[in-house]
């Protein structure tokens, strides 16, 4: 009798998790049935060289920046962050190996080697003196990896616990209308996953078909572009930049950060231009995703259809190819 109530709860708590996921699916449908569209209230306190993409990209360049680049720049060479293209562009992308698992509760994610590479990047921002605890966020699309960042904090970490019980540690939605002066942000997506059944659903775990099994919420360009505009003196984004290039959100973002030397692999105390390569970045372009962004709401597609197209350079060539026949 025992083993059939446990059964039954089990099975109980795993179609609530599964809805608890797809209401979470749904309200993104909502939050993406109008273009985002430009404020100056929050985003204008940006390092310039961080409100480039954003603007471009989700925007149509029209964000305007309130600071100057020295202003901040003094904030980011003196962080502790190696950045690889200079302070003048405090932002980079630090391609860690490793690989997405499914967390405890079956219900979310999480990746080990990602949470270290957290760990090792919000130490060092706080040893150098260059930012208090509180002026760093870490920022993650997933539950279990929030709790497993936590968890490196505390178990890795030099530091005093209570200095990293001051860093905030949360998901894109919690840093919705806020900022840090630096913003650790952890992808943990890799395309693949390790677990004992190979099953997945939902973004909790779902079959893997598609490009949400790909990368899941991060396909969402709110997301992305929440995660990217919540720092104000510099960014370092942490994930596996090969298989989020065969996106093209992603691919837009990595090409502008490829263009300035700053993916990289390797030991943070020595960093290198990262080998792997990347699978879209090629001609692909902000001013291309903002462009196809505003046909895919003015068109107001179905809920099933595709997010964004394989490839914008493709679409940006075949309306040339219409505009001159």
């Known amino acids: 009798m025992g083993g059939v109530f446990s059964s039954g709860f089990s099975e109980l708590h795993w179609a609530f998790s599964r809805e608890r996921e797809r209401g979470r699916e749904k309200k993104l449908e909502h939050l993406n049935s109008d273009p985002p569209r ?14 480039a993409f954003p603007s471009d990209a989700f925007y149509g360049g029209s964000l305007q920046n309130g600071v100057a680049r ?34 405890s ?18 130490t060092s921002l706080l040893r150098a003196g260059g930012a208090r605890p509180d002026e760093v966020g870490v920022i993650t699309p997933y539950e279990g990896q929030r709790a ?6 505390s178990s890795r970490g030099p530091l005093s616990q209570s ?12 840093f919705q209308g806020r900022e840090k002066e630096f913003i650790v942000f952890s992808a943990v ?28 919420f991060l396909a969402d360009p709110r997301r992305l572009n929440v995660a990217l505009t919540r720092a104000r003196s510099g960014v370092v984004l942490i994930g596996s930049p090969e298989p989020l290039s065969r996106h093209a959100l992603w691919a837009a973002l990595l090409a502008r950060v490829a263009a300035a030397g700053a ?60 505009a001159h026949t």
């Open 105 to 122: 509760s079956g219900t979310s994610f999480l990746n080990v080697s990602e949470a270290d590479a957290v760990e090792t990047v919000v």
């Open 189 to 216: 997506r890799t395309g693949g996953l390790a677990t004992a059944t190979g099953a997945l659903q939902g973004d909790a775990p779902r079959s893997l078909s598609g490009a949400a099994a790909g990368i899941g």
């Open 263 to 322: 993916i990289v692999e390797g030991p943070l105390a020595a960093l290198r231009p990262a080998s792997a390569p990347l699978a879209a970045t090629r001609g692909v372009d902000a001013g291309e995703f903002f462009f196809y962004r505003a046909l895919r709401f003015s068109s107001s597609p179905s809920p099933s259809s595709p997010s964004f197209p394989c490839s914008l350079l493709s679409l940006s060539r075949t309306l040339h190819t219409l």
């Open 148 to 153: 497993r960042v936590r968890h490196a904090l």
């Open 38 to 51: 430009p404020t100056t209230t929050a985003r204008n306190r940006m390092h310039p060289a961080l409100s």
């Open 70 to 103: 020295a202003e901040r720049e003094a904030r980011a060479a003196a962080c502790g962050v190696p950045w690889p293209a200079g302070a003048g562009t405090p932002l980079m992308f630090w391609s860690v190996p490793g690989r997405e698992e499914t967390s």
């Open 163 to 174: 200095i990293y019980d001051a860093v905030e540690v949360a998901s894109v939605d919690g």
